[in-house]
């Protein structure tokens, strides 16, 4: 079974610049999660998704940072403009559902100059 | 609302040594408990989970049992294997969402 898959796996960029990261979910698995992991902290949920619908965005600086996932199974993130402080992993993870367990990608790295 | 403390690290161990990694959390009601590993360039894996008061989680020789009275999740294992070496975290879940705890640094020394 193929895992959750995410691209780029690095990237750099300069503030103000905007960014886009890909995930593809394990196959059938309907909830999405978004992560942030910033160097020496755990992951911090930005954004899951049930299907193709927003379950919770509570924590996701709206300012700044979309997430969609058109058809209910691949999911990009987008920053828009880029600051310094959001250099870290950005995470996706998928589960059958709510409550399920998660199934995490490697991530990728952003880097912020 | 939720939170989760585990030991700081980095922890260095010699090959075969005991290990333990101390969590402990800030929950209301009932939250399930969890520790996943990251290893080198891969995303975070589940290790183990226990999903009621007294229950022991267990995988690879790693155990962790849920302790309400001392609201503890604190990850043992009775021998390390230089494989071993990782990043472990923390994590409750309640109302269907993991929060971790910051992770701790292990490395196991041949």
């Known amino acids: 079974e193929a895992g959750v898959a995410q691209s780029p796996r690095y990237k750099i960029i300069e503030k103000r610049q905007s960014v886009a990261f890909w995930c593809n979910p394990i196959?059938?698995?309907?909830?999405l999660y978004w992560y942030q992991q910033i160097l020496g902290q755990g992951p911090k949920l930005l954004i899951q998704f049930q299907n193709n619908g927003v379950v919770d965005d509570s924590q996701l600086p709206k300012d700044r940072f979309s997430a969609e996932r058109l058809k209910g199974v691949d999911s990009t993130l987008k920053i828009q403009p880029a600051k310094l402080e959001d250099s870290a992993v950005y995470l996706c993870?998928?589960?059958?559902?709510?409550?399920?367990?998660?199934?995490f990608g490697p991530g990728t790295r952003l880097t912020v100059t | 609302g939720d939170s989760v403390t585990q030991m700081e690290g980095p922890v260095t161990l010699s090959e075969e040594a005991f290990l333990t990694i101390n969590c402990t959390y800030t929950a209301t009601g009932y939250p399930s408990l969890f520790w996943y590993v990251q290893y080198p360039g891969e995303g975070l894996q589940l290790l183990l989970k226990a999903t009621k008061a007294d229950d022991k989680g267990s995988n690879k020789g790693f155990e962790a049992t849920y302790r309400k009275e001392t609201t503890s999740f604190h990850l043992e294992k009775g021998s390390v294997q230089v494989s071993d070496s990782a990043v472990y975290f923390c994590a409750l879940s309640h109302f269907r969402q993991l929060t971790f705890g910051s992770g701790t640094q292990l490395t196991v020394l041949p």
């Open positions: 993870a998928s589960s059958l559902g709510g409550g399920h367990e998660q199934y």
């Open positions: 196959s059938g698995h309907a909830t």
